[in-house]
């Protein structure tokens, strides 16, 4: 992770760089009438910059700050991208799901009912149905079995019955995570303004408790796209599905396989800029960044290593195969993640 600044509200000098991103000073552009922004203002300030420039390192490194510290209430994040006057999208939002509790459960269907914007909720269990969950507003889906796959099949299903039922536009949401009130509204927003056919948001981090976690994953804006932070539409639906296209073996990395599935393919994930997916993690170096006992509860990181001894195992020709069903080099994907994992 990196970190963002240690005061929460981010001292702008006079004569800094706009944080609007206009390569102006400060005094010369916002800060002309000598006012200080609000932090809402100077969030949706810098939203509207990253949406713009996502690989603005800078700009993430100031917005964050005004999120972990509270300075902006969650229903004002994502508030600079309105769905006024656009195309209206019928969307669903997929949730697979398989051990997790009740209540971590009904923590992620609130969040999909109380979104700005309004959306289905598909629920799928992955061999494991919770019956309770029959009695709430939501499309639920039962698998006879586990598939076994990090939720790649359930997903797949969602995604299908969504489509089936109606909906033009998909969303995603594993069921340890949560959205903000405005996370579908900022990416229907932004996915009609930019044309986009796939889109995306930001994310803070927080543990299982809750608490958030003041840092970013180094490659989140520039490279990986997490699957709760997705939305699908147009052209892009006919991907919906590919979830299951692909071997099971690289299922820990799903996400990553998915999204460079849909980059092979030309699409190009247009971003809303803002933080508006809270997304669980566990791993042991989370606790320990933060400073806090790491529990014996806390989960080991995805073993790159067994994924890339499968892929050298396979023969050259079913390489060759494997890269031309994905429509990209698998190799290219897992190098970097083997290195990175070795370090």
């Known amino acids: 992770m990196t970190a963002p600044p240690a005061s929460t509200l981010p001292a702008i000098g006079r004569n800094a760089p706009c944080p609007c991103g206009s390569a102006r000073r400060y005094k010369q552009c916002h800060g002309r009438d000598e006012a200080p922004l609000a932090p809402a203002a100077l969030l949706a300030m810098l939203e509207r910059r990253l949406a713009r420039t996502p690989g603005d390192l800078a700009g993430w490194r100031l917005a964050l700050p005004l999120v972990v510290g509270g300075d902006v209430a969650d229903d004002a994040i994502g508030a600079s991208l309105t769905t006024a006057g656009a195309r209206p999208l019928r969307v669903a939002v997929v949730t697979a799901y398989f051990r997790e509790d009740p209540a971590t459960l009904a923590r992620c269907h609130a969040s999909v009912s109380?979104?700005?914007?309004?959306c289905r909720h598909v629920m799928v269990a992955d061999g494991h149905p919770h019956d309770a969950i029959d009695g709430w507003d939501v499309m639920h889906r039962r698998l006879a079995r586990p598939s076994a796959d990090y939720g790649d099949t359930p997903r797949a299903e969602g995604a299908e019955a969504a489509l089936a039922a109606g909906c033009d536009a998909i969303a995603f949401l594993d069921a340890d995570n949560a959205y903000r009130p405005r996370h579908v509204e900022s990416l229907v927003a932004r996915a009609t303004a930019a044309a986009s056919a796939w889109t995306r948001s930001a994310r803070t981090l927080h543990l299982p408790d809750g608490r958030i976690l003041p840092g970013m994953q180094s490659d989140d804006h520039v490279g990986h796209v997490d699957t709760s932070c997705m939305l699908l539409a147009g052209d892009a639906l006919?991907?919906?599905a590919a979830w299951r296209a692909f071997p099971r073996e690289l299922s820990p990395i799903g996400d990553r396989v998915f999204a460079g599935m849909l980059r092979?393919?030309?699409?190009t994930a247009a971003h809303t800029g803002a933080f508006t997916l809270r997304y669980t993690v566990a791993e042991a170096r989370y606790y320990a960044v933060a400073g806090i006992p790491v529990p014996p509860t806390a989960r080991a990181p995805i073993a790159i290593a067994p994924i890339g001894a499968w892929h050298r195992s396979l023969s050259a020709d079913a390489r060759?195969?494997?890269?031309r069903a994905l429509g990209f080099a698998l190799d290219d994907l897992l190098r970097p993640m083997l290195a990175a994992a070795a370090a």
Do not use: K
Request: proline share 6%; charged share 20%.
């Open 264 to 267: 092979a393919r030309g699409f």
């Open 238 to 240: 006919a991907m919906a």
């Open 114 to 118: 109380a979104q700005t914007y309004p």
């Open 320 to 323: 060759r195969a494997l890269d």
